[in-house]
């Protein structure tokens, strides 16, 4: 922890049948970049960046209060976003409970003194990162679903070995 707190998103982990789907995807992409570690595999749901302690307390206060059900995500289609130079696997289309869920964190968010992004939330899983052209070409992805059944608040950690993903406080969705 820096003087400032932690670096902090909430997301959504990954079971091990999912991250091995998510794994095959990425090594089907012939692509020059830093290739996401399978242990870091995650979906932000909305990014924090640095946090206090106080801050946290009143984000986890706030989110205990949030009830949603669970949803699965179809994840079919590659991308590539040029400005954070990053290629990654979405869904086509973004369940109704995802959207709810990430309107109500935000609100959390907000009610704990914390900004949220002006951008549009889109759902996605970074598995290329420092791609500085993008692809002529892609593979089709191979298509999967999974289920969410919690989320999760995770401190980005920085370490001699790069960055990890620790899971601090997991919430439950609604079966």
Known sequence: MTKNGKRLFLG???????????????RSLAIAGRPVAAANFHQTLV??????????????????EIENPAFAITYN???????????FLAPTSMPEE?????????QAVIGAGLPIE?????????????VTRQPQTLPAPI??????????????????????YLP???????I
Request: glycine fraction near 4%; aromatic fraction near 12%.
């Open 12 to 26: 959504l982990g990954f079971n091990t049948e999912a991250k091995n789907q998510i794994a095959e995807n990425q």
């Open 47 to 64: 990014f924090l960046g640095q946090v206090s302690e106080e801050q946290q307390s009143q984000l986890v206060e706030r989110v205990n």
């Open 77 to 87: 289609r590659f991308g590539y976003w040029r400005k954070p130079q990053i290629l």
């Open 98 to 106: 995802l959207s709810k869920l990430v309107e109500q964190l935000q």
């Open 118 to 130: 002006e951008r549009p939330y889109r759902p996605h899983i970074t598995l290329v990162r420092k």
């Open 143 to 164: 298509a999967f679903s999974t289920q969410f059944q919690q989320f999760t608040l995770y401190h980005s950690a920085s370490s001699a070995d790069g960055v990890c």
């Open 168 to 174: 601090l406080q997991t919430w439950p969705l609604q």
